[in-house]
């Protein structure tokens, strides 16, 4: 269960070629128009009995399918604070490739960061984690974690780790994918056992370079096959 209180997206950085809600080959090819949706307010609606139709206690994936820091999306961003405010029993974890626009429409109370409140900074290559994650570590938040996804390269994120809670790696997914290797999903779990960080195997990716062989991983397989080598390290974590 996904709340995207806005659809349409469009590319910001490499990651973007080939996304799976709005790349060229995906359903959503060309919905870049930011509108809201009719799920909006879902978080603090209630039903006729006067319960929130959300039950509390859960983690509540938001704009995954969009971006939470899109500029059309400014104005709105103030409202979905005051419902995350006030929806303190809920997790709200939130991921973009836009933390550089984190400080925009921040809640006047936000503080050190709301306890409820987790974000993810997403990258895709060195490039870009030496861009957006030293802005993502200035940046006031109780919780914070890394998505590498799509993984298309060797990643060093040792510089940026402390203050990071977790870290997820995937591979591209679609039909004009880019190769995601093996080897620099195990060097990104080798730097967070170092680090003590908890780390997410998520998806093989769409093509799969493993032991020196590049396959062609069917899309309902690539989570699966992520999870078979047992690499995850959770810690007693909840994955999202």
């Known amino acids: ?17 080939n996304c799976y809600f709005y790349g060229p080959y995906a359903k959503r090819y060309g919905q870049n128009t930011i509108k809201k949706t009719d799920k909006f307010d879902w978080p603090v609606r209630k039903n006729s009995k006067g319960e929130y139709s959300i039950k509390g206690n859960k983690i509540l994936p938001t704009c995954f399918a969009t971006d939470f820091f899109l500029p059309e999306a400014d104005e709105w961003r103030k409202e979905i604070w005051g419902m995350i405010k006030e929806r303190k029993d809920i997790e ?66 040792t510089p940026y780790l402390s203050g990071i809670e977790h870290i997820t790696v995937a591979g591209e997914t679609g039909r004009e994918a880019r190769e995601c290797d093996y080897e620099w999903v195990l060097d990104i779990r080798k730097q967070c056992v170092e680090a003590s960080i908890t780390f997410w195997y998520k998806s093989t990716g769409s093509l799969f370079r493993h032991n020196g062989t590049v396959q062609r991983i069917n899309p309902y397989k690539q989570t699966s096959l992520a999870k078979d080598p047992n690499i995850n390290i959770l810690n007693g974590k909840k994955l999202f």
């Not at 806005?6 to 990651?15: A, F, I, N, R």
């Not at 809640?107 to 870009?128: A, F, K, M, R």
């Open 1 to 17: 269960m996904n709340w995207e209180p806005w659809t349409g997206c469009y590319k910001v950085s490499e990651g973007c070629k």
């Open 92 to 157: 709200f974890l939130i991921l973009t490739k836009r933390i550089d626009r984190f400080p925009i429409s921040l809640p006047s109370d936000w503080g050190e960061g709301y306890d409820n409140v987790n974000i993810g900074c997403t990258i895709e290559n060195q490039e870009l984690a030496d861009y957006r994650l030293p802005l993502f570590l200035s940046y006031p938040l109780k919780h914070r974690f890394i998505a590498c996804s799509p993984l298309l390269e060797s990643i060093d994120l």
